[in-house]
């Protein structure tokens, strides 16, 4: 079975830009999750998606946004972006969510911002 | 608001040595506990996991995890460490109730030959 496969895995954008950052979920899982990774701060939860509806939304500005698709496939963009955007961007799925599901993390998108 | 300590940034141990690495989460309602494991250059993957019933729990390559409700903690445990160990790992608490996932800073574990 393949796994989470996240794309492209480097992106470098300057500032005041906008990046679309692709996920493809394991086949048959339906959960979607994103979280943002730096030094020190570890993984910070984004949102979750399942059948193409935001379940939960974490503590970042609107300027973070996602989708799914009816495949389960899930984009996830940054707009206007700021240095502090830098990180590691994971994505993880799962069968049917956060509770009680074990997470299969992508490589990871790793978004430098200039 | 729901949140997840690990207390030791880096962690070095010499092979053979014993390993605990805390956790320790603050939300009172039900929630599962998890850790996930980081190696160099791999993606992250779970290592065990705590949904309900006995609250020490087996994982993968001989670690395991205590829960112990009074102390919101859920410490990873491992008695004899090997230098294949070193990675980051990772805390995770889920909170039923908010349905979201709170991950700890991470700890990096170096394991010495």
């Known amino acids: 079975k393949a796994g989470v496969t996240q794309t492209p895995r480097y992106l470098i954008k300057t500032r005041g830009q906008q990046v679309t950052l692709s996920c493809s979920p394991i086949?048959?899982?339906?959960?979607v999750s994103w979280y943002q990774q730096t030094p020190g701060q570890g993984l910070q939860f984004l949102f979750e998606?399942?059948?193409?509806?935001?379940?939960n939304k974490g503590n970042f500005p609107g300027r973070f946004s996602g989708r799914q698709f009816s495949n389960s496939r899930s984009e996830m963009n940054v707009s206007t972006l700021e240095l502090g955007d830098s990180a590691l961007y994971l994505c993880?799925?799962?069968?049917?969510?956060?509770?009680?599901?074990?997470?299969?993390f992508g490589a990871g998108t790793r978004l430098s911002v200039l | 608001a729901q949140s997840v300590s690990q207390h030791n940034h880096h962690v070095i141990l010499s092979e053979a040595a014993s390993l605990e690495l805390g956790c320790n989460y603050s939300?009172?309602?039900?929630?599962?506990l998890f850790w996930y494991v980081q190696y160099p250059g791999q993606h992250l993957q779970l290592l065990l996991k705590?949904?309900?019933?006995?609250?020490l729990v087996k994982g993968i390559k001989g670690f395991e995890a205590e829960f112990i409700k009074s102390k919101f903690s859920f410490n990873l445990r491992k008695p004899s460490v090997q230098w294949s160990d070193t990675a980051e790992y990772f805390c995770?608490?889920?909170?039923?109730?908010?349905?979201?996932?709170?991950f700890g800073a991470g700890t990096r574990l170096t394991v010495k030959p």
């Open positions: 939300y009172g309602g039900t929630v599962n």
């Open positions: 086949s048959g899982h339906r959960s």
């Open positions: 995770a608490v889920n909170a039923i109730n908010n349905n979201d996932m709170r």
């Open positions: 705590y949904f309900s019933g006995d609250p």
């Open positions: 993880a799925s799962s069968l049917s969510g956060l509770a009680k599901n074990i997470q299969y």
């Open positions: 998606y399942f059948s193409e509806t935001q379940r």
